[in-house]
């Protein structure tokens, strides 16, 4: 890669770590005042990339001195039993976050077992009272991955107001809170998906685009307005020059003569993500402090 290059490569991994820095020492300055946030990863199954993913994100937990709490369960867990787990996690004062890593198994309603988490400790941002927080643009818990887009976008581009963002997917994980934040941020948002007419033109409007679709190298070159900002969360496993390896949605090599910044796929998204939900975790901690002071200050009028 060459100098120029390497200058628009928006690097995930380095900004990750600095990340984790920021919460090491917060999480430090807790412990030395006697405190230290927790956060309970529960797992159902036995998914091999589940796995994977919960073993990173409890490690992680462990390097920056949040206490990791895991609860592994068989895939015949009934949802009674998850649901009795998760309600004595909501009550543990350890706990501060707790994440249940999806997929569950087909016979567990997701949507219900994720309405189970307290919405303070509700640190992937799911519930709908934090769907609807972020909405109406309250502080609430935010999925990692956007939150994490969102921390790149500031660094690379600095002010975000005014600019026009164009975000490709809307899953509720991604696509969805991913236009919130922006919109948040005073951009201009559009949202695409399958079934929007020209891609290619929406996209070509785009000051920032956000990929969150799973389809190898979908967006080309010509699908982007030169000077473009580009985050690209798609992460695809594709067999190319008889060797397994991992692309994103944006065909990078195409697409890096032409943008301002992008993320590599891997390097660029993907250490956000468990980066943020170590922040989340904190946030989480903070959440639940303020709503125990304001628990115990009394009510300055009779109410
Ligand atoms: P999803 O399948 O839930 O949603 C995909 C979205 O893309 C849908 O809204 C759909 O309308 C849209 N879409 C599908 N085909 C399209 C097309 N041809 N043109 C335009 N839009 C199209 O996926 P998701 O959970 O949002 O994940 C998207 C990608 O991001 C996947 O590759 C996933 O692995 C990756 N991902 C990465 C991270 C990370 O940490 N880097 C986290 C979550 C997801």
Known sequence: MNALSSVKLIDGKACA??????????????REHGTQPGLAVVLVGTDAASQVYVRNKVLRANEVGIRSLEHRLPAATRQTELLSLIARLNEDPQVHGILVQLPLPAHIDEHRVLQAVSPLKDVDGFHSENVGGLAQGREVLTPCTPSGCMRLLREACG????????????????????????LQADCTVTTVHSRSRDLPALCRQADILVAAVGKPRLIGADWLKPGAVVIDVGINRI???????LVGDVDFAAALPQ???????????????????????????????????????????PC
Not at 173 to 180: F, L, N, Q, R
Not at 239 to 245: A, L, P, V
Not at 270 to 279: C, D, E, R, W
């Open 17 to 30: 770590a600095r990340v984790l820095v920021e919460v090491r020492e917060q999480v430090h300055a807790l």
């Open 159 to 182: 002010e975000l107001r005014g600019k026009h963002a164009v975000v490709v997917g809307r899953s509720n994980i991604v696509g969805k809170p991913m236009a919130a934040l922006l």
């Open 239 to 245: 067999d190319e020059d008889g060797r397994s390896r």
């Open 259 to 301: 943008v301002a910044g992008i993320t590599p796929v891997p390097g660029g998204v993907g250490p956000m993500t468990i980066a943020y939900l170590m922040k989340n975790t904190l946030l989480a901690f903070a959440l639940q402090q303020q709503a125990t002071r304001q628990e115990r200050t009394p009510c300055p009028s």
